[in-house]
Nanobody
Framework: QVQLVESGGGLVQPGGSLRLSCAAS????????MGWYRQAPGKQRELVAHITSGGSTNYADSVKGRFTISRDNAKNTVFLQMNSLKPEDTAVYYCNVVIVVVTTTGGVSEDDYWGQGTQVTVSS
C-alpha cells in the first residue's frame, strides 16, 4: 500500500511564493515520473509540471519561469517551488506519482497515485 502526503499550500498575496511537497511512503520498489496538477473551480484538472526519474522536466506554458519542480529520490518526495504567484494560480494542487510497488506475491506492479490535494489561494 502506498500513501502520498501533500503539504505547503495556503493563502498568499500576488507576487508571493509557496513551496509544495508531496512525500510517498509504503511498499515502494521504485518511483518513476512525478508531477503536479491543479484544478480551479469550474475547470478541468491540468498538468502544471512533471519530472522524470532522470530529472528531465516540463512545465505548462502558464507557469514557465515562475515554478520549479524538483525531487529528492532518497526521501521519495517531489517539490513544487512557486514564485511570482498570480490570482489565476489559485486552485487545488495535486501530486501524481508513478510508483513501482512490491506486491503481496513478491512481484512488482506499476501504477500511478494521487495526493489528497492542497489548496493554493493567491489573493490580496
Amino acid at each position: 500500500q502506498v500513501q502520498l502526503v501533500e503539504s505547503g499550500g495556503g493563502l498568499v498575496q500576488p507576487g508571493g511564493s509557496l513551496r509544495l511537497s508531496c512525500a510517498a511512503s509504503g511498499s515502494i520498489f521504485s518511483i518513476n515520473g512525478m508531477g503536479w496538477y491543479r484544478q480551479a473551480p469550474g475547470k478541468q484538472r491540468e498538468l502544471v509540471a512533471h519530472i522524470t526519474s532522470g530529472g528531465s522536466t516540463n512545465y505548462a506554458d502558464s507557469v514557465k519561469g515562475r515554478f520549479t519542480i524538483s525531487r529528492d529520490n532518497a526521501k521519495n518526495t517531489v517539490f513544487l517551488q512557486m514564485n511570482s504567484l498570480k490570482p489565476e494560480d489559485t486552485a487545488v494542487y495535486y501530486c501524481n506519482v508513478v510508483i513501482v510497488v512490491v506486491t503481496t506475491t513478491g512481484g512488482v506492479s506499476e501504477d500511478d497515485y494521487w495526493g489528497q490535494g492542497t489548496q493554493v489561494t493567491v489573493s490580496s
